[in-house]
């Protein structure tokens, strides 16, 4: 099992392919597995990097809820490609993975040579309900456990049932990973992101090109994406039919020509 130890933990990754590299950044409760439908498809041309952020899959889930932050999950990535002797990259990050990409190119610039930010945001994210369906569920995960946390998700929030509604496929893949997450890097992690900066006001320092990726159905994030195209200089904006929070899933198809036609662009050869 390859595990980097950076930053006084060790991170699970897998790397995949041969050529410039790609390196994937998965959300919120999810793994390196989130990108197996981009993986084997980028890897034809590419060097191809997933990993299980802190507190997820198989990396570490240090205890303290001062170990998780967004600059700690870049500062995570960036000594993750120090150790793979990777010097650039382009960078994909989805949701959370997104928050920890955009805050990476913006501190360590040097080693991003594209940005693909997918159903993610540099602001606040208005999702109805969602602080108090948050406070639930981590009343849950601290009492009965993370399997009882998907079961509680899947039932009363309202996205995740219209998400297993349109995509049944996807509802034993994603409790699999949910039950795998460790109970204090569910807390934690989610701490992070409530508690995440604002960098909407930052997004002018981002010089490289950058793909902006949303589902088309996933509402809370329209309009986040778009603050990021207004906000980034040499980004465009890509929506993928019928997806929801999760197009690289929900929609692989259609989300991987976009990607491979962006990248084709931006990482030629």
């Given at each position: ?186 807390v934690n992690a989610g701490r992070a992101l409530s508690e995440r900066q604002d960098l909407t006001g930052r997004l002018n320092e981002i010089s ?19 603050a990021l195209v207004e906000g980034i200089p040499d980004a465009r904006l890509r ?31």
């Open positions: 099992m390859p595990r980097a130890h950076v930053n006084g933990i060790n991170l699970y990754y897998e790397v995949s392919g041969l050529g410039p590299s790609v390196v994937l950044c998965h959300g919120y409760t999810g793994s390196h597995q989130d990108w197996m439908f981009q993986v084997p498809v980028l890897a034809r041309n590419y060097q191809v990097v997933t990993m299980d952020h802190r507190g997820h899959g198989a990396s570490d889930a240090p205890s303290s809820a001062d170990a998780y932050s967004i600059p700690i999950f870049a500062n995570d990535l960036y000594a993750l490609l120090d150790y793979l002797d990777i010097a650039k990259c382009c960078l994909v990050g989805h949701s959370m993975g997104g928050f920890a990409a955009l805050r990476l190119a913006l501190d360590q610039p040097q080693v991003v040579s594209s940005l693909v930010l997918v159903d993610t945001a540099s602001g606040p994210v208005n999702i109805p309900g969602y602080t108090d369906m948050r406070a639930k569920l981590l009343e849950i995960a601290q009492t009965d456990g993370m399997e009882a946390v998907f079961e509680y998700n899947a039932r009363y929030n309202p996205l995740s049932l219209r998400r297993f509604e349109k995509y049944p496929g996807l509802f034993g893949i994603c409790k699999r990973r949910m039950i795998e997450m460790p109970v204090d890097g569910y490289v090109p950058t793909l902006v990726m949303v589902g088309e159905e996933d509402s809370p994030f329209q309009r986040p994406s778009g929506v993928v039919p019928q997806a929801l929070h999760c197009p690289h899933e929900e929609e692989a198809e259609a989300f991987n020509e976009m990607l491979l036609e962006f990248l084709a662009r931006v990482m030629p050869g």
